[in-house]
């Protein structure tokens, strides 16, 4: 049976001006079809933007949300291109993808929302559901349980979500997170707060007292750099329970292009395995990937537009 090579684009909400570079890479990669993990687009125009660059390659486009689009404007944008191209797929509806040798299995949404509507978790009513919130926006309830009756071959299954499942390693896995927490227990882009500290200090200090005093100055504005894994716990428990081991996320910046297998141990790209956890790149940093499957094995491929 042929190698099917899906590129992988997600998290391009902040820069979005690396699309059309990683669009025209995985063009000249000859890959068969796309999928767009989240964080596609902050705003309805946005997403329009990213539909219409990746319409170019004219190829099976699925289509999910992370944590950044808004039901309102993702459902609005994503329906009318959908109308228009017949390649264009939204997973939400077809959470399922059956092909030959394996199958897609998508989990929209993300279990932290940054000004999008798509939540995902364990929620006791089997369903997925759009609810009203109390500011009278949409909310779509995206369930980690439909993962119970979507999944009928483990072996076969790959899952596709913006957010990875937890792991316990923070040297290698695909759910490192660094992030800084204020006092009142806001937490926000350790990489953001990193930055504007150094922009406050570098003209008083030089690198080597920057990199030194960096968590006390920090500390000194009211927030705590941190380390963490933190993917999601149910998530965990579902890919285990269910017998998947092999699964796409995005969603941590810092993690872009790691990939490694259920234990954590690193999985070398091009290498045809059974068992991998890939953060595919987020496009913001001029990165995607491309999965390639040969029955029940995968390999990956990192694209970075920057080299
Ligand atoms: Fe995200």
Same mark, same amino acid.
């Given at each position: 049976?042929?190698?099917?090579?899906?590129?992988?684009?997600?998290?391009?909400?902040?820069?979005p001006?690396?699309?059309?570079?990683?669009?025209?890479?995985?063009?000249?990669?000859?890959?068969?079809?796309?999928?767009?993990?989240?964080?596609i687009g902050?705003s309805w125009l946005k997403i329009f933007r990213t539909l219409e660059v990746v319409s170019?390659?004219?190829?099976?486009?699925?289509?999910?949300?992370?944590?950044?689009?808004?039901?309102?404007d993702y459902?609005n944008v994503v329906?009318s291109f959908?109308?228009?191209?017949?390649?264009?797929?939204?997973?939400?509806?077809?959470?399922?993808?059956?092909?030959?040798?394996?199958?897609?299995?998508?989990?929209?949404?993300?279990?932290?929302?940054?000004?999008?509507?798509?939540?995902?978790?364990?929620?006791?009513?089997?369903?997925?559901?759009?609810?009203?919130?109390?500011?009278?926006?949409?909310?779509?309830?995206?369930?980690?349980?439909?993962?119970?009756?979507?999944?009928?071959?483990?072996?076969?299954?790959?899952?596709?979500?913006?957010?990875?499942?937890?792991?316990?390693?923070?040297?290698?896995?695909?759910?490192?997170?660094?992030?800084?927490?204020?006092?009142?227990?806001?937490?926000?882009?350790?990489?953001?707060?990193?930055?504007?500290?150094?922009?406050?200090?570098?003209?008083?200090?030089?690198?080597?007292?920057?990199?030194?005093? %960096?968590? &006390?100055?920090?500390? =000194?504005? !009211?927030? /705590?750099?941190?380390?963490?894994?933190?993917?999601? *716990?149910? %998530?965990? &428990?579902?890919?285990? =329970?269910? !017998?998947? /081991?092999?699964?796409?996320?995005?969603?941590?910046? *810092?993690?872009?292009?790691?990939?490694?297998? =259920?234990?954590?141990?690193?999985?070398?790209?091009?290498?045809?395995?059974?068992?991998?956890?890939?953060?595919?790149?987020?496009?913001?940093?001029?990165?995607?990937?491309?999965?390639?499957?040969?029955?029940?094995?995968?390999?990956?491929?990192?694209?970075?537009?920057?080299?």
């Amino acid at each position: 049976m042929a190698i099917t090579k899906y590129g992988i684009i997600s998290d391009i909400h902040k820069k979005p001006e690396y699309l059309d570079q990683i669009v025209n890479k995985l063009k000249v990669e000859e890959i068969d079809k796309l999928i767009l993990n989240g964080d596609i687009g902050d705003s309805w125009l946005k997403i329009f933007r990213t539909l219409e660059v990746v319409s170019k390659l004219d190829i099976e486009t699925y289509i999910q949300p992370g944590s950044h689009e808004s039901v309102e404007d993702y459902s609005n944008v994503v329906f009318s291109f959908c109308n228009k191209y017949s390649n264009f797929i939204d997973v939400i509806k077809n959470q399922k993808i059956e092909n030959k040798d394996h199958d897609l299995v998508f989990l929209p949404g993300s279990d932290f929302l940054a000004g999008g509507g798509y939540l995902l978790g364990d929620f006791e009513e089997w369903d997925n559901a759009v609810c009203k919130t109390q500011s009278d926006e949409f909310n779509y309830l995206s369930n980690i349980r439909v993962l119970d009756t979507l999944v009928s071959d483990p072996d076969k299954t790959i899952s596709i979500c913006h957010v990875p499942r937890k792991f316990n390693d923070l040297d290698s896995s695909v759910d490192y997170a660094y992030f800084a927490e204020s006092a009142t227990g806001i937490v926000t882009s350790g990489e953001v707060i990193e930055k504007a500290v150094r922009r406050e200090y570098s003209s008083h200090m030089n690198k080597l007292q920057l990199d030194r005093n %960096l968590d &006390k100055l920090a500390f =000194s504005h !009211g927030f /705590t750099f941190k380390r963490e894994n933190r993917g999601n *716990e149910e %998530l965990a &428990k579902s890919y285990e =329970s269910n !017998g998947i /081991t092999k699964a796409i996320s995005g969603h941590f910046h *810092e993690s872009s292009h790691r990939a490694h297998d =259920s234990n954590s141990i690193l999985v070398p790209e091009g290498q045809f395995t059974d068992n991998l956890f890939y953060n595919s790149g987020a496009a913001d940093y001029g990165l995607a990937g491309i999965l390639c499957v040969d029955g029940n094995k995968v390999a990956y491929k990192n694209i970075n537009v920057k080299h």
